[in-house]
């Protein structure tokens, strides 16, 4: 009980704090979301009142040739009510059941909400990483150009075979390739980002993501959350249906207002009178432990889901931590490249100026320190997208 509690106030939680990106998507998106949770609420209120039976409300008009001298008219007016007070458990069961399986469908709701965010933000960084890309191609394309102005040079003075010169033209044609690939790409991850807002991919800041504590990816895990809700679902589930087939205590209780049929009338016989009583049941069926076993392996089941589940988050954790130490190592080498090809390219320009390297040779150099600079950037970009798949599945991380 103490567990289920701790886990709705979470969830309240959740619900009390918007999630800071959330507007990125579409105003259809979030009504739909929106839609979602309403639904789930008037749902979730039906199943927790479900025990209560509706009072029944009856009125009749009847109309009788019996008599030969005229028609006898007869009304009547009843409530009436056959309302289950006693189900061995089963009433409380059943609304610590609807409650349990409100709060693991709000949580299966918000984390869609939160996949679809975190989608739309991964789009955004994979935009800019594509923008970043295609600026190192046109720095490599440069490079290219140049590269084939020097070997052209060097096959018209005889120094090179022809091969050299057709190598460079080749590789500066995929390169081409390569740029006209991203504008290809950058046009679908566009397409795929306005299905989801209808914002201005341009005019969003990208949040600053760091990596959070393993105890926070776990704590505030939804899908956690979900699978432990579930759980209390299908224990709560298992508890109601051994209940349905132990005693049941109902009252019934009528009233009625009826007009005396002539037929029938006799002095004592009042128009307006009550009817009540109580009925005592159990059911005796068949398939009676069938399904108090179907029952209880769901629970069990979704109990050994939640052990799954737990160590998936610790593996999807350990991986991505992993992955940001291998980027970031990409990162080092990348700084470790730009200081050398600065000294390169400072070398190159002394050079150039004394006359033994070329106004080409410079230009290149500094290509290739602004191709190492942007690397970094895009380095950078790929532990965001890292990054964000753990912060899809926690609440209000963004």
């Avoid at 709060?103 to 789009?123: D, H, P, Q, T, W």
């Amino acid at each position: 009980m103490k567990r289920l509690l701790v886990l709705c106030s979470l969830l309240f939680a959740f619900a009390v704090h918007a999630d800071e990106l959330s507007d990125i998507l579409s105003d259809n998106k979030n009504i739909l979301f929106d839609y979602e949770f309403r639904s789930n609420t008037a749902q979730s209120d039906m199943l927790e009142n479900s025990w209560i039976n509706p009072v029944t409300l009856q009125y009749s008009r009847s109309y009788s040739k019996q008599f030969s001298d005229r028609t006898v008219k007869t009304g009547s007016f009843s409530v009436g009510i056959d309302q289950p007070i006693f189900r061995s458990g089963g009433i409380y069961f059943a609304i610590k059941y609807a409650q349990a399986q409100r709060g693991a469908n709000e949580a299966e709701i918000r984390l869609k909400k939160r996949e679809m965010i975190g989608s739309a933000v991964k789009l955004l960084f994979e935009m800019r990483k594509l923008e970043l890309e295609q600026k190192k191609l046109s720095l490599l394309i440069k490079n290219d150009k140049l590269d084939i102005r020097q070997k052209r040079e060097s096959y018209n003075a005889g120094l090179i075979d022809s091969s050299f010169l057709d190598q460079a033209i080749l590789k500066a044609n995929q390169d081409e390739t390569k740029k006209l690939e991203t504008e290809i790409s950058l046009m679908k991850l566009k397409q795929s980002f306005a299905l989801l807002s209808d914002k201005d991919p341009q005019g969003l800041k990208l949040p600053k993501l760091k990596l959070i504590s393993a105890q926070r990816y776990k704590g505030g895990n939804l899908e956690l959350v979900r699978d432990r809700l579930r759980a209390k679902e299908k224990a709560y589930n298992a508890k109601m249906t051994w209940a349905k087939y132990l005693p049941s205590v109902s009252l019934q209780g009528r009233y009625t207002n009826a007009d005396l049929n002539p037929l029938f009338a006799r002095p004592g016989l009042e128009e307006q009178y009550w009817t009540y009583g109580f009925t005592i049941s159990m059911p005796l069926n068949i398939n009676m432990f069938s399904d108090i076993e179907a029952s209880k392996v769901a629970r069990l089941k979704a109990q050994t889901e939640i052990i799954e589940r737990k160590h998936t988050i610790d593996e999807e954790y350990k991986l991505i931590k992993n992955k940001l130490k291998i980027i970031e190592k990409k990162i080092k080498l990348a700084r470790k490249d730009e200081k050398l090809y600065a000294r390169l390219y400072r070398t190159t320009k002394n050079l150039a100026r004394a006359g033994e390297k070329t106004s080409l040779d410079t230009a290149m150099m500094h290509n290739s320190l602004q191709v190492r600079k942007l690397d970094q950037k895009i380095y950078e970009l790929d532990k965001q997208i890292e990054l964000i798949g753990l912060y899809t599945k926690v609440a209000n991380a963004i």
